[in-house]
């Protein structure tokens, strides 16, 4: 199995831009393919990005896409979200998700979850 930490969450103003991390530990972390997901107040948990076990493929949400940005380092054992043009409603508690099997965007596909890392925009 493997354990996920995530962190960079923070407060920041509309217009700015924070860099999320998660620091895997475990088993190989190139052997999971890796998402983000956010979930606000009040609602269900929605996916955010996704990338592929190498992270020659990522896909977004329409919400985010060309805003936000999802890479991994292998070596480091370690998946990232940049964010950019934040608004207020990326206001989030984000998480990291691992899956062994699927590169997917739904999180029932996802075997191993971080403990989340907030995010809040002010206007």
């Known amino acids: 199995q493997v354990q996920l930490v995530e962190s960079g969450g923070g407060l920041v103003q509309a217009g700015g831009s924070l860099r999320l991390s998660c620091a895997a530990s475990?088993?190989?972390?190139?052997?999971?393919?890796m998402g983000w997901f956010r979930q606000a107040p009040g609602k269900e948990r929605e996916f955010v990005a996704k990338?592929?076990?190498?992270?020659?493929?990522?896909y977004y949400a329409d919400s985010v896409k060309g805003r936000f940005a999802i890479s991994r380092d292998n070596v480091k054992n370690t998946l990232y979200l940049q964010m950019n043009s934040l608004t207020p409603e990326d206001t989030a508690v984000y998480y990291c998700?691992?899956?062994?099997?699927?590169?997917?965007?739904?999180?029932?596909?996802?075997?191993?979850w971080g403990q989340g890392t907030q995010v809040t925009v002010s206007s």
């Open positions: 475990g088993r190989t972390f190139s052997s999971y393919a």
């Open positions: 998700a691992a899956s062994q099997s699927s590169y997917s965007d739904s999180p029932r596909r996802y075997d191993y």
């Open positions: 990338i592929s076990w190498s992270g020659g493929r990522t």
